[in-house]
């Protein structure tokens, strides 16, 4: 049985949704700081820079905010644990990315 009043469930359901949001604008950020492609390790660096341990579960949330922001899988990294997965942004979003990166907040 479900011990959650509405309410608390809203909450919830908005905590989670800025969390993801707050998730994506982290792995964006990966990509500004290393212009280019970047492995799962680094995005996962990136999105949760004080994580102690990386369970399969922060793999999982980074891999999935990856696939939202439109970032494409281009292979395997040569090095690394595990030979984690190369990213890159597709050609249309790197290019309006970098412009957001130059021009800055609009006035």
Not at 76 to 103: F, V
Request: proline share 6%.
């Amino acid at each position: 049985m479900n011990h959650f009043t509405p309410r608390t469930i809203i909450i919830l359901m908005k905590t989670i949704k800025d969390l993801y949001q707050s998730l994506n604008v982290r792995t964006l950020r990966a990509f500004i700081a290393f212009d280019g492609p970047i492995s799962s390790s680094d995005a996962i660096d990136w999105a949760f820079p004080k994580a102690d341990r990386r369970p399969n579960t922060l793999n999982r949330s980074v891999r999935r905010a990856l696939e939202s922001i439109g970032a494409v899988r281009v292979g395997r990294s040569k090095t690394g644990r595990g030979t984690p997965i190369m990213w890159r942004l597709a050609d249309d979003q790197s290019s309006d990315l970098h412009a957001a990166a130059n021009t800055g907040p609009a006035s």
